[in-house]
């Protein structure tokens, strides 16, 4: 019986001998590759977690000189911050409010730059949009309206719509195009809610160029009128 049993005992040794003979390279080979692709898995996350606490610091120097209206410290922060963390939304956000400070600073140049960038790079669609349409009001300021429109463009964000067509109708007017002016404005206050303030704001751009949009209920009566006849 002992010998019985020793000689199965053999013959499933041999038989793993042989499939580890034929397949321990492919399986050693397996583990290292997945035991590999965790520790990668791991050191990218740690690496994430830890670009996004450095990067959050930064933001938060950056957050500081901006409520202190210190646009010169504020622009070398933004600077540093996208030269180490461009791939971050506190890059992107940083450079919004760097720009926002920078232009009311008078450095419209700086302002450019900063937007520019962030056009460019940010993660977010709807900021990288959000940035072009600050733009393209920098670059209506400087004149240069060809460009200011080119930037209104590339603007794809729905959420944007109404105030796309509304620096349009801005760039258009300083241009002295009046008929697309009100055109643009017009597509602006028709995509704005009209819960929003800022619409009065297009409706009076709209009466200075003698296009004042119809009240609801005036044209509400005039198409019942009209359907009466």
Do not use: H
Request: net charge neutral.
């Amino acid at each position: 019986m002992a010998t019985s049993l020793d000689l199965q005992e053999q013959e499933q040794i041999d038989a793993l001998k042989a499939f580890w003979k034929q397949y321990g390279n492919l399986i050693t080979w397996v583990l290292i590759l997945a035991l590999g692709a965790f520790a990668a898995w791991n050191g990218w996350n740690w690496w994430q977690r830890d670009q996004g606490v450095k990067a959050g610091a930064m933001f938060e120097e950056l957050d500081r000189a901006l409520a202190a209206g210190d646009a010169d410290k504020a622009g070398r922060v933004f600077n540093d911050l996208k030269e180490r963390f461009p791939g971050t939304a506190f890059a992107q956000q940083g450079g919004l409010g760097a720009a926002k400070l920078q232009f009311d600073k008078g450095q419209a140049d700086a302002a450019k730059a900063t937007l520019t960038w962030v056009a460019a790079n940010g993660p977010d669609d709807d900021l990288r949009s959000l940035a072009r349409l600050r733009l393209a009001g920098v670059l209506a300021q400087a004149k240069q309206y060809d460009e200011a429109l080119k930037q209104l463009d590339e603007i794809k964000s729905a959420s944007l719509e109404a105030l796309v067509a509304d620096r349009r109708g801005d760039v258009l007017l300083a241009q002295d195009k009046k008929d697309a002016a009100r055109a643009a404005y017009q597509a602006a206050w028709a995509a704005m809610d009209g819960k929003l303030d800022y619409k009065r704001l297009v409706e009076a751009k709209l009466v200075s160029l003698a296009a004042a949009p119809a009240a609801p209920a005036a044209a509400a009566s005039a198409a019942a009128s009209g359907a009466g006849r």
